[in-house]
């Protein structure tokens, strides 16, 4: 199998090292492992693309390439240019540092590189570590990711559907902010939404007088509905959420009918 890795950290991540380590046991021994990731972080991306400015490509390895772009970019990159003789069987990214559960899913790079797979026809996955205070303190925080990923990876790929009408599926992964051997197993879960919580941004000024905005995260401890994605994550479980990039509310046609003429 050959399979393409990417993340939204940043090329020389650690959650990139530990998503290597993952595609190369499911590539196998016969198997190639790609890597094409951002030059630099590219959190909070989502799944935009360098529309209007080319993109520096830079080689650092035979199959490795440094992209001056967001995780979609790169994605694009890959199977059009650095890949485009010899396309990847399957498309990871991650393991995100921190979750991308919840509400978090809407601005993550690291799902959109797994979007933007989705969209060229490449089964892909997304990967994110919740970090807690359990892992935090841990020799590896990814240790969860470390240890369950290729399984994880493998159910999917065993239980996905060969073929599927309309938009292709990618799945959303949230390893449990805990140790590998604390981990409960895995669960399919919707998407959740934390409670009153939302981003938000701190004002600063500089020691010039000039005023700056930081965006500033909510709590990432606050769980969401029983059996959605971050209560599932934050009480030991891997979750694996189905995805595709069709943003149409299909179940509120019915109570709209009255705008058709």
């Known amino acids: 199998m050959r ?5 939204d950290d ?7 090292k530990t998503l290597h380590a993952i595609a190369t046991t499911i590539a196998g021994p016969t198997g190639e492992v790609w890597t094409v990731a951002p030059a630099y972080e590219q959190s909070g ?5 360098s529309y209007t400015r080319p993109m520096m490509v830079e080689r650092i390895g035979k199959h490795a ?3 001056e772009g967001s995780p979609a970019d790169c994605v694009l990159a890959a199977l ?3 890949m485009k003789d010899s396309p990847p069987d399957l498309v990871l990214s991650g393991v995100n540092r921190g979750n ?3 509400e978090n899913a809407m601005y993550s790079g690291t799902i959109g590189g797994a979007m933007e797979a989705a969209l060229q026809g490449i089964p892909a996955v997304a990967m994110s570590q919740y970090f807690g205070p359990a892992n935090r303190v841990l020799d590896d925080a990814f240790e969860a990711a470390a240890e369950h990923g290729a399984d994880v990876i493998r159910r999917i790929l065993d239980a996905t559907p060969a073929h599927i009408d309309g938009y292709r599926l990618f799945y959303n992964v949230n390893f449990p902010p805990t140790a590998a051997a604390d981990v409960q197993g895995i669960r399919l879960a919707p998407q959740g939404i934390r409670s009153e919580t939302s981003f938000s941004t701190t004002p600063h000024v500089s020691p010039q007088g000039r005023r700056y905005l930081w965006i500033q995260g909510a709590d990432q401890q606050i769980p ?27 179940d509120s046609f019915a109570s709209l009918e009255a705008i058709n003429t």
Do not use: E, K, Q, W
């Not at 399979?3 to 993340?7: D, G, Q």
């Not at 969401?224 to 509310?249: E, K, Q, S, W």
């Open 224 to 250: 969401t509905a029983a059996h959605t994605d971050a209560a599932l994550n934050l009480n030991g479980y891997i979750t694996v959420t189905p995805m595709r990039a069709d943003f149409t509310a299909h």
């Open 100 to 102: 991308n559960a919840a």
């Open 10 to 16: 940043g090329i020389h991540a650690p959650g990139l």
């Open 65 to 67: 390439f440094s992209i």
């Open 45 to 49: 991306v989502a799944h935009c693309i």
């Open 80 to 82: 059009h240019d650095s």
């Open 3 to 7: 399979i393409l890795i990417t993340n």
